[in-house]
């Protein structure tokens, strides 16, 4: 070992064991483990849940559904990730949608909105590997659309966060790239050729269609955590911003050399001005706005250095910030932004882009704690904040900028989820923390343990820790909505007539053309009809599934042995798989999801005649 990097190593040492002292959080064992009121989670048998819990799945690409307060998993939702549980990625139509990739990296699920609340529509999540962005409708629970990979944007981590009316969501990129993205210059040239770019993403009203509509060029910086304005701050868009040092190596060292970041704000109205006003240059595809060129577009605002996440209030006017390296929150008035802008005040600039007077537009400084991350508000004007060193979660009043309250979490939480927290009328109530770490809360599972989800009641002065439920790895954020606001359809697709379709058993057939075959099949308790196809070696088989059975929760499976091919059939649904026929032989095809006393009768045979 070098000996400069054994002096990194001591003081590696030297900092983590200060910040195991000051934080109270063991190395070895971790936190003593009080209980919790567990009675308040409790949703009987029978009983239905107060709240959806939507929390992403990470590096899973999916979304885990929780009933709150009980924390029951209902369901898991394939977004990013073959599942042949559903047929994901199995099926012609799902199998386009993921375009070949078979994972991603869900961060931030975002409700749509109407005047600022969940209505109850969509759930829109990012993947932070593959830039893209993916929209869920909540009737059906499944994944509709994926857009992208969306061009000139490397890790979209600043994702998805939804304007109040859902006109828009953002993607601002982690990792700075040259572009378009996957070309290739020498990462010497990174403070000249490289970018970080934010993208605007409409969304049709009616629809929830996603469609790309321009980008912003920022310079080299690695763009996080981003909260629409939302009231008084409705057209605005913030996000943070770190290695604004533009370092290309060793980033916890070289991107935390400055004192302070930004706060990037975006009026994306404006934006979306200059884009219909043709003032872009087009890459990949792209409308690409400079914001240099076109003023009025993005501001920055000075951060503590390294800052995480931001949130803005319920009201809109406050928007508070955490510099994950400053035991502090920041929170900003948006009056004396707004202000500060019409007056064309600015301290300086930094790469041609205005910077707010920090003394001018801050309001306070509210030390919480060591780590800080995320903040989410409550319906009586506090707001919560988590701190991942300290393994707790503060709450503060807006105002008075105080902490009233702290409390253990187990352990090192990162984000936290209010019940409709994001809204402009958060309910209190309840609050989700979501921890990293579960270590000794649950039976061990090997050397690695799940996460930790764990539910706090807010509704009283003290926040009380209730229950808690293991989860698989890695929720990083979630939001919460009334149950009531989603209506899921209980027979799915009952009207949709698609081209191939069978409603009549008689209709069911199959029809050869040159090499291809067609296979127009019915699935009905407790047969497939027909039940034999039979095709030559090396034909393209197209089985069309119908599932003729209009009653809720009769699903129908299709699964081929040795052909790694399963999809699943909804009421009322049909769907296409496509096989080509490569092993000849003689192979079932059965029903894989369980319908009916019969349901193991339900088969048929796929002949496969040897060339
Ligand atoms: S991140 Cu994971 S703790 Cu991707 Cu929102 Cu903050
Ligand atoms: Cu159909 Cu089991």
Redesign the pocket.
């Known amino acids: 070992m070098r000996r400069s990097h054994l002096k990194h190593v001591v003081w590696g040492l030297a900092a983590l064991v200060l910040v195991t002292l000051l934080s109270g959080f063991s190395l070895f064992g971790g936190k003593e483990t009080p209980g919790g009121d567990a009675s308040k989670a409790l949703v009987p048998p029978g009983k239905l849940d107060e709240y959806y819990l939507f929390a992403s799945g990470g590096h899973s690409g999916q979304v885990f559904v929780y009933g709150v307060p009980s924390m029951r998993r209902i369901r898991t939702i394939p977004v990013f990730t073959p599942d042949p549980a559903w047929g994901y990625g199995y099926d012609e139509e799902t199998k386009a949608m993921l375009g070949g990739l078979t994972w991603g990296d869900v961060?931030?699920p975002a409700l749509s909105e109407t005047n600022g609340e969940y209505d109850g529509r969509w759930l829109f999540v990012n993947d932070?590997a593959n830039n893209r962005v993916a929209r869920i409708n909540l009737k059906t629970f499944y994944t509709e659309q994926i857009l992208g990979p969306v061009p000139n944007i490397m890790g979209p981590?600043s994702a998805t966060f939804v304007t109040p009316n859902t006109e828009y969501l953002f993607m601002g990129s982690r990792f700075a790239t040259p572009v378009p993205a996957g070309t290739y210059v020498p990462i010497q040239e990174f403070k000249s050729k490289y970018y970080g770019v934010l993208a605007g993403v409409k969304i049709d009203p009616k629809s929830g269609h996603m469609e790309l509509a321009w980008e912003l060029l920022l310079p080299p910086w690695s763009f996080d955590?981003g909260d629409a304005g939302k009231k008084v701050s409705d057209g605005w868009y913030f996000l943070t911003t770190y290695n604004t040092e533009e370092a290309y190596e060793t980033l916890e060292v070289g991107a935390s050399a400055r004192d302070r970041d930004f706060i990037v704000m975006v009026n994306w109205k404006e934006a979306e001005k200059a884009a219909a006003a043709g003032k872009f240059q087009t890459i990949a595809g792209a409308k690409v706005i400079d914001p240099v060129k076109v003023p009025g577009i993005v501001y920055l605002m000075p951060v503590a250095k390294s800052p995480?996440?931001v949130d803005v209030a319920p009201d809109g006017r406050h928007i508070a910030a955490a510099g994950k390296l400053q035991p502090t929150v920041t929170v900003y008035d948006f009056e004396k932004i707004k202000s500060a802008i019409e007056a064309k005040k600015f301290a300086g600039e930094e790469r041609g882009l205005p910077i707010l007077d920090y003394e001018a537009v801050r309001v306070a400084e509210v030390p919480v704690g060591l780590g800080p991350?995320?903040t989410q508000f409550d319906d009586k004007g506090y707001a919560y904040t988590s701190l991942?060193i300290d393994s707790a979660i503060v709450k503060w009043k807006i105002g008075e900028w105080k902490v009233i309250d702290k409390v253990d979490v187990h352990y090192n939480v990162?984000?936290l989820c209010a019940a409709e927290g994001d809204t402009t009328s958060p309910d209190g109530k309840w609050l989700v923390s979501?921890n990293?770490m579960a270590k000794d809360r649950f039976l061990p599972v090997g050397p690695s343990h799940p996460e930790n989800l764990q539910l706090i009641d807010i509704s009283g002065d003290k926040m009380k820790l209730v229950y808690e439920s293991p989860v698989d790895p890695e929720p990083?954020?979630a939001q919460m909505i009334k149950a009531d606001k989603i209506k899921p359809e209980v027979v799915f697709y009952k009207d949709v007539k698609r081209p191939n379709s069978v409603w009549d058993p008689k209709d069911a057939r199959v029809v050869r053309k040159g090499n291809r075959v067609d296979a127009y099949i019915v699935a009905i308790r407790s047969r497939f009809i027909p039940d034999r196809v039979e095709v030559n070696e090396g034909d393209d088989v197209y089985f069309h599934l119908t599932n003729n059975d209009m009653d809720q929760d009769i699903t129908h499976g299709f699964g081929i042995p040795l052909y790694n091919v399963d999809m699943q059939v909804e009421p009322g649904e049909t769907k296409t798989l496509h096989v080509k026929a490569t092993k000849p032989g003689v192979y079932p095809f059965y029903c894989t999801n369980f319908c009916s006393a019969l349901h193991q009768e339900m088969q048929g045979w796929f002949l496969v005649k040897p060339k």
């Open positions: 961060h931030h932070n981590h955590l995480h996440g991350l995320h991942f990162g984000h979501l990293k990083h954020y």
